[in-house]
Structure formats: C-alpha cells, structure tokens
C-alpha cells in the first residue's frame, strides 16, 4: 500500500518521479491496432484450451527467430500450437482439475527431443509409463527427429505448472522448448454483480480464499538466451555449457519495452504474448452515497490480480511490482493454505522466482489517503525540473487527472490519467540486454483510475 506522507524526502522525489516519469518510449506500443492483435485481449494471459475432460493438444516443435529489443534476433526452438507459425514461447495450456489431458507433439527438429511436466504423476507415453531414454540424453520417453508421441496424464491439482524438454535440457529449454500448464480449479468463479458492474471472477486453488479478478489474470514466464548458445545449435556446432552466460533475459519471451506491448502485436509476430498488468484501485465498497442516497458504487472492484510466475531460466530471478506488496497464495501447484496449519499465505516485496519454481501472488492497489489536488493535496513539493526523469507517461500524480502542469517539449502518452509502475527484476544484471541498460526483465503495471474513467476499454 502507498503511503506517501509516511515517506522520507527522498523516497517522495523518487515516488513523484515514478508517478511523472519512469519510462522509456516504447514506440512500438504506439503503431496502430492490426488485425492480429485485435483477435487477442491487449492484456492477461491467453490460455490455449481444448474441451474438457479429455482435452488434446497439438504441439509441434520448430525453429524460428525472435526480435530482441537492443535490435539483435537470435534463433530459436519452441513449440507452436499445432499448425499455426513458430511462436516463443510455447501455448499456454489451460486444463481443468481432474482433465485427462494429452499432448501430441509432433517434432520438425533434426534431434531427439521430449517433454516433462513437473508436478504431474503418472505420464504416459503412447499410453505406456514414460522410461528414461539414456541413449539420447533423455529424462523421459524421447520422440525422434520427425516423430510424433503422445503425452498423457490427469490434471489432479490446481495451480501452475510447466512443461518443458526433457532430453538435453541444459540446451534445449534454454533454445526454447518450454511453456506454462495452467490447472484450473474445481471450484467453479462467478460474476459479481454488487456494485452494479459485472465483476467476473475465479479461483486459482480450491479455496475461497485465492478468489481473483477473472479479468486481471496474468502469467509471467521468465526465460534466459545465451546467444552464443543458439548461434552454436544454428549452425551445427559443439557449445561448451562451463561457457554459459545469459545474455538476455526474458517475460512471456520478450525483452522491455516489447513486454508492454499488447498480447499479438503485428511488430513482434513470433512473441505473441504481453507482460503488462493493468489493473484498477481495490474498492469492497458495494454502495456510495450520492448527495446521501446510497447508490451502487460503479468503482466496486473488490478482487486482486493474480500474477502466475515460472522460471525456465537457470538464474535466480528477484521479481520486484512496485507500487504495493504483493500476497503469495501458492507454490509449485501448492496452495499455501494447510487444513492443520491454516492459511500460510503472505506478504512479499519481492517474488524471488527460483529456476524451476512457480509463484502465484495476488496483486492490487489502493488508493490508501484519498489524494485530492483540492480536498488531500499530497505534502510534497514538486521536485525541481531538473531532478525529475520526465518520461513517455509523464502525467499527474493524482490518480485520474489528466490535466498536468503543461511542460515546453514533453508529450505525454498518459490516456485517461493512469498511473504506471514498473516491475523488474532486482537482479540488475537481468533488466539489461547484452550490456545495453534496460532491454531486459522489465514491465509495468498500470493503474487506470476507478470507474466510471475515460479510459480505452479492454
Ligand atoms: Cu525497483
């Protein structure tokens, strides 16, 4: 929760400097809307389904190429869903608790490759248990260069899981052969209707307790390149792993400012996925008074975000939203919440993704003291001109107020006095892209203001 007045100095001049500021000019974001990415909501995580309860996914491995932001490519394996282009990284596979689900891979590369699915029991391969294959380096049943295999298993428990290659996975997850499994909950979400606008939401364990806005629902899948590593498996040679060094890390496979681009944009045709969270202020209040008529309250939005984390990289990642802690309700498909113990949920400022971990945490904002320019002024002075980083999203620091102290030379982006803040990894190194500053683990989250707004709808 921001609390300003209890802020030092300092920590006030960088706050207002945030809220002015902190940003680079995605010029990307701003191209007009295509048609690709108009078939996709502009945020939150897209889920690629199949009728429950057996569904069937296709996925074929194949090489492609992804931009990077300090303008490099770097040449890539993952999976696409079924015939559709390359795509990194792979679909997000949306199942049901208790789903037998299956997963056809077919494999266009000219090696032996495989997938695990961590937290997953009893993984069949064309219907017998799945062996580990030494011969070719694999922890499980391998499906030769050309081949086609079936995975199989039943989604037992909700949560967040991956896949992932299993045969040489020091190189081949770090090529790209990986993607999010997302289990759904058998206890069913809802539409809440109290405060007059419809508020759907959803649960991410079976429990009422990890209750989330169905519309702020996002995944964020962290991933490393070493482009020393792909350049190698392009053209065929040997790579020494004691030579590994990440050069590039990675949200949902794009680098910032790509991660704030809209889910399917045109300008970014094999990264189809975002990294922005937008959100609006938490407010349980069902009715208002207007003019001392208890009316229902059109800024009712009484449920958190929920940010799904996975780490396919071989890097601690300390993943770092400002603007408010965030509360985590789950690991590795585990909710924190114990029939003996009770509930182990907590409070984190910092979400340190381990490789191979997932993280679900619940996210939100609260306007905590009212600020007014009239009523609740914030007690702080505009810093000097020359101590604020003006950026792209330049904009009030009132919360829904567009009009701001005009400045010679600046446009601002801001639409309908949105508030931004960013979310990197606190790991430095990470929010760089091979020695250029900040073309890495970065996002944003964005916080329109309540309803009614005259923000864009999405
Ligand atoms: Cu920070």
């Known amino acids: 929760m921001l609390k300003v007045a209890t802020l030092k100095w300092f920590e006030r001049a960088l706050w207002l400097a945030a809220v002015f500021a902190f940003a680079l000019a995605p010029a990307a974001a701003l191209a007009p809307v295509r048609a690709q990415e108009a078939a996709l909501p502009p945020s939150g995580m897209v889920c690629t389904t199949s009728p429950g309860p057996n569904p069937v996914f296709t996925l074929t491995a194949r090489t492609g190429y992804i931009s990077l932001a300090d303008g490099n490519t770097a040449f890539m394996w993952s999976f696409s869903n079924g015939d559709e282009p390359f795509q990194y990284p792979g679909p997000v596979l949306c199942v049901n608790e208790g789903d037998n689900v299956s ?5 266009t590369l000219t090696v032996p490759i495989s997938l695990v699915f961590p937290g997953q029991a009893g993984v069949l391969a064309d219907g017998a248990p799945v062996q580990p294959d030494l011969a070719n380096n694999s922890l499980t049943t391998s499906i030769p260069a050309g081949g086609v295999l079936t995975y199989s298993f039943t989604a037992s428990r909700p949560g967040t899981f991956g896949y992932q290659s299993g045969t040489n996975p020091a190189i081949q997850v770090n090529m790209g052969l990986f993607g ?21 939401f959803g649960y991410a364990y079976g429990l009422t307790s990890t209750v989330f806005n169905a519309d702020t629902e996002y995944l964020l899948m962290l991933s490393e390149i070493d482009p020393y590593l792909h350049t190698a498996v392009e053209r065929g040679q040997p790579f020494d792993l004691a030579q590994y060094k990440p050069r590039y890390n990675l949200i949902n496979g794009r680098a910032f400012p790509d991660t704030l681009a ?12 975002g990294a922005l ?3 609006r202020p938490l407010d349980p209040r069902t009715t208002i008074l207007v003019s001392g008529v208890p009316t229902a309250n059109p800024a009712y939005y009484p449920y958190p975000a929920l940010q799904r984390y996975l780490n396919f990289g071989y890097e601690d990642v300390p993943f770092h939203p400002h603007g408010n802690s965030g509360i985590v309700i789950g690991r590795d498909g585990y909710v924190l919440n114990d029939a003996a113990q009770g509930d182990l949920s907590f409070e ?44 792209a999203w330049f904009g009030s620091p009132y919360l829904g107020q567009v009009d701001t102290p005009a400045i010679v030379g600046i446009t601002s982006f801001n639409q309908c006095g949105e508030y931004y803040h960013i979310a990197h990894s606190h790991n430095l190194t990470q929010i760089n892209g091979w020695n250029s500053l900040m073309v890495g683990l970065i996002t944003f989250t964005r916080v329109d203001p309540p309803l009614p707004n005259n923000c864009p709808v999405n």
Request: proline share 14%; glycine share 8%; aromatic share 8%.
């Open 103 to 107: 997963v056809v891979v077919r494999n």
């Open 180 to 200: 999010a499994l997302v289990v759904r909950p058998a206890l069913a979400g809802g539409v809440d209707t109290a405060g007059g606008t419809p508020i759907p």
């Open 262 to 273: 809209p889910n399917g944009a045109s300008w970014l045709p094999a990264q189809p996925y």
């Open 277 to 279: 969270t937008h959100i």
């Open 348 to 391: 984190k400022f910092t979400v340190p993704v381990a490789p191979g971990q997932s993280w679900d945490v619940t996210f939100d904002w609260r306007d905590a003291e009212s600020f007014d320019p009239v009523v609740n002024p914030i007690p702080v002075e505009v810093p000097n001109e020359a101590s604020v980083q003006i950026g």
